[in-house]
T-cell receptor
Framework: DTAVSQTPKYLVTQMGNDKSIKCEQN?????MYWYKQDSKKFLKIMFS???????INETVPNRFSPKSPDKAHLNLHINSLELGDSAVYFC??????????????FGPGTRLTVT | GEDVEQSLFLSVREGDSSVINCTYT??????LYWYKQEPGAGLQLLTY?????DMKQDQRLTVLLNKKDKHLSLRIADTQTGDSAIYFC???????????FGSGTRLQVQP
């Protein structure tokens, strides 16, 4: 059983399109995250939800909108895709973001390519 | 990450020890982490250390923490080809509630 799963694994789309990435965790965790990994492998937090409430919203263009329908799911919708959005997007989850040691479990990633 | 620095590349021979270094800037970070990323895969938590510890050992992995110098290292004993991956150190600065990652060290193990 996959602990943190993401769909799709690969996404190739054209500039200007709108796309969504989905994430699900079956670990019973309270907190979920979206990270972006660029072509140089640099990883940065984008968003975090705790019990469906947005708790981290980094400096990310408002074309990116996360949605958490329930504790087990966190989706990422991206409007008007740009070339610079090409990256690998990782979903992660943890038991409670307010308490250390913040052991985060990562999904396999979604490689987004914008042409 | 601009706050957490790592060397980019390390090459070792199979059977040797590998030491991956990391320098972090926020001395208030309570826990420091090491993650492993294999090609085309997500990140796997290898180990973490509490800031009041100097050392933590877990099988072939040894984590050393020098809090005064804000230096963290990961030693892998008897390195195997399956250890080839990118290794990230990370911290959670107080009040952040998310990981701040280093730039990653690519470990290449030569047979």
């Amino acid at each position: 059983d996959t602990a943190v799963s993401q769909t799709p694994k690969y996404l190739v789309t054209q500039m200007g399109n709108d796309k969504s990435i989905k994430c699900e965790q079956n670990l019973g965790h309270d907190t979920m995250y979206w990270y972006k990994q660029d072509s140089k492998k640099f990883l940065k937090i984008m968003f975090s939800y705790n019990n469906k409430e947005l708790i981290i919203n980094e400096t990310v263009p408002n074309r990116f909108s996360p949605k958490s329908p329930d504790k087990a799911h966190l989706n990422l919708h991206i409007n008007s895709l740009e070339l610079g959005d090409s990256a690998v997007y990782f979903c992660a989850s943890s038991r409670d973001s307010g308490r250390a040691p913040y052991e985060q479990y990562f999904g396999p990633g979604t490689r987004l390519t914008v042409t | 990450g601009e706050d957490v620095e790592q060397s980019l590349f390390l090459s070792v021979r199979e059977g040797d020890s590998s030491v991956i270094n990391c320098t972090y800037t926020d001395s208030s970070s309570t826990y420091l982490y090491w993650y492993k990323q294999e090609p085309g895969a997500g990140l796997q938590l290898l180990t973490y250390i509490f800031s009041n510890m100097d050392m933590k050992q877990d099988q072939r992995l040894t984590v050393l923490l020098n809090k005064k110098d804000k230096h963290l290292s990961l030693r892998i004993a008897d390195t195997q080809t399956g250890d080839s991956a990118i290794y990230f150190c990370a911290e959670v600065p107080p009040g952040r509630r998310a990981l701040t990652f280093g730039s990653g060290t690519r470990l290449q193990v030569q047979p």
